[in-house]
C-alpha cells in the first residue's frame, strides 16, 4: 500500500439486461484498485444527482465517504471534475473506461487528461511500484498480454475488465456511509440538443456476397469448402529443415519473443 | 450484285473425311458466313477439350480456345478497373490499426466507408505507423498512402502518434478522420486525437447514411442517432469494405517533420504472461494437439518453450490426453488465434469451423492429402514427434542467442 494521493472517479451504471440503475462495472474496478493501493484513503468523487441510490452501493465496498459535485441530469462532468482534480492534488485518478449509461463515448479520461496535462495510462492492471514521482504500472492489452510501463506522476488511468474484480457490497457500510455534496456550476451538454438516443437496433448480419458472374462461378463458390487455395507445403524434409521453416514464420508474425 | 463463286473440288474434298487434303480445307472459324449468304456454324470447333478429355462448350463467352489457352487464363487473375484521383478535392483520412502489420477486416470495413465518404473527387488517405507487411493497400481502397516511421514510433508511443497525426491534420486538414474503434489501438489513439484536436467524436458507429450516424452508446442498450462529424470512431462491419475497384496507394510524405514530444509514458516492454492463464478464446498463438501426436509430455513441452497457448482437437480430448476446455472446434472454443499450429490433426470441419477466425494456419502432418493442409498457409509434412523436437531446440538456441545478444 502506498501513501499516494488517489481519487477514483464514479458513474452511476445499469444492469445489461434489467437497465435498473447500480455501481457501474468498470467503475467498481476502479475502486477496487483504488482501495488496494491507498486503503481508506482513497477519496472517490461521482459528478450528478445525489439522490440516487444506486452510489451506496459504492460505499458499501468500505469506503467511509463518497463525494458528490451535484449537477442536474444531462450536464457536462468535465468542467466540474476537472476542477476538482487540480484542487484535490491528487496524484493518481482512476476512471472506468466507458459509461454503461449516456453517450458511453469513453472520452472523459482522454479530455480530462488533456484538459490538466497529464499523461493517461488506458488499460491499467496494475501498479507495481511507485517512487521518485514515477508509478510503474502494468497496462492490459487485447489477448490477455501485459506490458510495463514507467509514468511520472500525477496521471490519469483508466481501467477496463482486466481490472481486478470489485469487491461484493455491503448492506451495512452502503447505509453507514455519507454522501458529501458539492454544489458546483453546471453546463449543460449541447450534444443533446441534435442527437437522440434510442433502443438499441440489432445489427444487420452481414451476409456473404459472393460477386460470381456466370453459373459456373456461383457454382464454384457455393459448394467450395471454406479453405485457402492452399499454402506452401514441404515435403520430404529433414526435421530440422521443416522447424527451421516453422521457426521462421513463427518470428516473422512476432508470436515467439 | 456480287456472283457467289464455288469451287465444287474443294467442296467435294472438305466433305470427304478420307481424302489426304481434307484437313487443310476445314473450315478453321467456328462461324462464317455461307455460299448462300446464311450464316454457318461448325459446331465441332467452338469449345475445348476439358481436363477430363471431354470436350465441354461454355456458352458465358469466358472459357474460349484450346485448353492449354484456358489454363493460363484461369492462373490470370482478374484485374479490377483502377480508379484514379487525380487532384484530391479533399481528403479523407483513415488511421488503420495494422495488426500484426496488415490491414485487419476492421481496418478494410473502415476504408470501404473512407470509400463511400471520399465519394469521386476526394482521395482516401491512409496514415500507417511503423514497418507494415501489407501487399494489398490498392485492392483495400487506399487512394494516398502515409507511412510515418521512425524510432520514436516503436512500441508504445501513443503521445508522439498524436503528434505526427497532428502534424496530419495541418497539412492535409483532412474533411473526415476516420479510425477504428478496436482494442486493437484505434479507440485509444482516436479519443487521443479527439482531445488533442478538440473534436467530439461519435464513437461505436455502425451505420452511416448521408449526413447522420448511428453509433452504439452507453452499455450497449441504445443507439446514439446523430449528425455526422468530422472525427468518426467505427465499429466493425460499419460498411462493406471496397472490393470492385482498384486505387493507386500513391505514397505520399509529410512535409514538416514532426515534432518530438518528451515522452511521459515510458515503454518497459511487454511482461511475459503465463500462456496457459490466457483465455483460449482470446489467446494470440496456439500449438494445438490432435490424434496426431503420439508423446504429449513433448507437445506440452513445445507450448512451454514456444510460449503458446494449449489446443486440442476433440480425439485428444476424448482420449483424456487433454482437458475438455482445451477443445478447439464446433462444440469446443472458437478460437481467433493469429497463429494457429496443428500438430496432427487432420482437418475435420467441425474442427475447421473453430479456426476460422484465425489468421495463419500451420500444420505438422504426415498426410500430404488431409484437410488441414489445404486450410494451412505452410505445413510440413512429417512426423509430429520429431518436428517438435527439432521446434523446441531451435527456440532454446534461439532463446539463448537472443540473451546473449542483449547482454
Ligand atoms: C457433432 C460433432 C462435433 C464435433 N466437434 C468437434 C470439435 O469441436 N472439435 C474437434 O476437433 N473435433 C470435433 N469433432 C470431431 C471431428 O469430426 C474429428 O473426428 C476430429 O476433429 C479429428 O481429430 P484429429 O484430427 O485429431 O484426429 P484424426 O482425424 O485421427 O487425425 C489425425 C491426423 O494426424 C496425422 N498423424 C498421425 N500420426 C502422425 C504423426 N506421427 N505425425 C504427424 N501427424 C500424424 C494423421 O495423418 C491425421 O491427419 C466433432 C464431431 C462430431 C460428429
Redesign the interface.
Known amino acids: 500500500m502506498t501513501d499516494l494521493n488517489i481519487v477514483t472517479l464514479v458513474s452511476v451504471g445499469a444492469h445489461p439486461t434489467s437497465g435498473r440503475a447500480r455501481r457501474a462495472e468498470q467503475d467498481a474496478r476502479a475502486v477496487e484498485l483504488g482501495l488496494r493501493l491507498a486503503g481508506e484513503h482513497l477519496r472517490v468523487v461521482h459528478a450528478g444527482d445525489p439522490r440516487e441510490e444506486a452510489l451506496r452501493a459504492y460505499l458499501g465496498m468500505g469506503l467511509p465517504e463518497l463525494t458528490v459535485l451535484e449537477q442536474p441530469a444531462g450536464a457536462d462532468a468535465l468542467p466540474a471534475l476537472a476542477d476538482f482534480l487540480a484542487e484535490a492534488g491528487a496524484q493518481l485518478v482512476l476512471t472506468g473506461s466507458q459509461a454503461e449509461t449516456g453517450e458511453g463515448s469513453g472520452l472523459l479520461p482522454y479530455l480530462l487528461a488533456e484538459r490538466l496535462g497529464w499523461p493517461l495510462v488506458v488499460g491499467l492492471a496494475a501498479v507495481e511500484k511507485v517512487e521518485q514521482g514515477h508509478a510503474q504500472v502494468l497496462q492490459a492489452l487485447p489477448r490477455g498480454q501485459r506490458r510495463r510501463l514507467k509514468v511520472r506522476l500525477p496521471f490519469l488511468a483508466s481501467v477496463d475488465n482486466a481490472a481486478p474484480v470489485a469487491r461484493q457490497s455491503a448492506f451495512g457500510p452502503a447505509r453507514r456511509g455519507e454522501l458529501q455534496v458539492e454544489a458546483v456550476p453546471a453546463l449543460t451538454d449541447e450534444l443533446f440538443a441534435d442527437a437522440q438516443l434510442q433502443p438499441a437496433r440489432p445489427r444487420p448480419k452481414r451476409l456473404k456476397v459472393i460477386k460470381a458472374k456466370t453459373a459456373a462461378d456461383r457454382f464454384k463458390a457455393a459448394t467450395a469448402k471454406a479453405s485457402g487455395d492452399g499454402g506452401q507445403v514441404l515435403r520430404d524434409l529433414t526435421p530440422e529443415a521443416g522447424a527451421e521453416a516453422i521457426f521462421k514464420l513463427l518470428v516473422e508474425e512476432g508470436v515467439v519473443r | 450484285m456480287t456472283i457467289i463463286r464455288r469451287d465444287p473440288r474443294a467442296e467435294w474434298i472438305a466433305r470427304n473425311r478420307l481424302h489426304p487434303l481434307h484437313g487443310k480445307l476445314q473450315q478453321a472459324e467456328a462461324r462464317w458466313m455461307g455460299p448462300n449468304g446464311l450464316i454457318r456454324k461448325n459446331p465441332h470447333a467452338v469449345g475445348f477439350i476439358g481436363p477430363n478429355g471431354i470436350k465441354r462448350i ?1 456458352r ?1 463467352g ?1 472459357q474460349q480456345g484450346g485448353s492449354a489457352r484456358q489454363r493460363s487464363a484461369a492462373v490470370e487473375a482478374v484485374q479490377l478497373p483502377l480508379h484514379v484521383v487525380a487532384q484530391p478535392a479533399h481528403y479523407i483520412c483513415v488511421v488503420p490499426d495494422m495488426v ?1 502489420g496488415r490491414l485487419s477486416s476492421h481496418d478494410k470495413d473502415l476504408l470501404g466507408l473512407a470509400r463511400q465518404l471520399a465519394g469521386n473527387d476526394g482521395a482516401v488517405l491512409a496514415v500507417v505507423f511503423g514497418e507494415h507487411k501489407e501487399g494489398a493497400f490498392d485492392t483495400a481502397g487506399v487512394d494516398r498512402l502515409l507511412l510515418i516511421q521512425g524510432e520514436e514510433y516503436e512500441g ?1 508511443a ?2 508522439q502518434r498524436i503528434q505526427a497525426l497532428a502534424a496530419v491534420e495541418r497539412q492535409f486538414a483532412p474533411r473526415h478522420w476516420l479510425l477504428p474503434d478496436s ?2 489501438g484505434g ?2 489513439l482516436g ?2 486525437l ?3 484536436l478538440g473534436e ?2 461519435a ?1 461505436r458507429v ?1 451505420q452511416v447514411e448521408g449526413e447522420r450516424c ?1 453509433g ?12 455526422l462529424p468530422r472525427l468518426i470512431l467505427a465499429a466493425a ?1 460499419c460498411a ?1 469494405p471496397v ?2 475497384t482498384r486505387h493507386e496507394a500513391l505514397p505520399l510524405s509529410l512535409d514538416n517533420s514532426v515534432a518530438r514530444s518528451l515522452p ?8 511475459a ?1 503465463d500462456p496457459a ?3 483460449m478464446a ?4 496456439i500449438l494445438s494437439g490432435g490424434n496426431g501426436v503420439k508423446n504429449w509430455d513433448l507437445f506440452h513441452q513445445a507450448a512451454q518453450a ?3 497457448t494449449e489446443g486440442a482437437s476433440r480425439v485428444a480430448v476424448d482420449d483424456g490426453f487433454m482437458p475438455r476446455n482445451r477443445q478447439v472446434g464446433a462444440t469446443g472454443t472458437w478460437v481467433t488465434a ?2 494457429y ?1 496443428a500438430v496432427g490433426i487432420s482437418g475435420a ?1 467441425q474442427h ?1 469451423q473453430g479456426i ?1 477466425a484465425c489468421d ?3 500444420a ?1 502432418n504426415l498426410d ?1 492429402g488431409c ?1 488441414m ?11 509430429s514427434a ?2 517438435l ?3 523446441i ?3 532454446s538456441a ?1 532463446r539463448q542467442g537472443g540473451a546473449r545478444d542483449a547482454a
Open positions: 461454355d458465358s469466358a500484426g508504445y501513443p503521445e482494442r486493437m479507440a485509444e479519443r487521443r479527439a482531445a488533442k467530439r467524436p464513437t455502425w448511428v452504439r452508446a452507453g452499455a450497449g442498450r441504445e443507439d446514439l442517432h446523430r449528425a462491419e462493406e472490393g470492385e511521459r509514458i515510458e515503454d518497459l516492454g511487454p511482461v504472461v492463464q490466457i483465455p482470446e489467446a494470440e498463438f514456444l510460449g503458446a493469429r497463429v499450429l470441419i475447421l476460422g495463419k494456419v500451420v505438422i500430404p484437410d493442409i489445404k486450410r494451412a498457409d505452410l505445413s510440413v509434412i512429417g512426423d520429431a518436428i523436437q527439432a521446434l531446440e531451435k527456440v534461439w
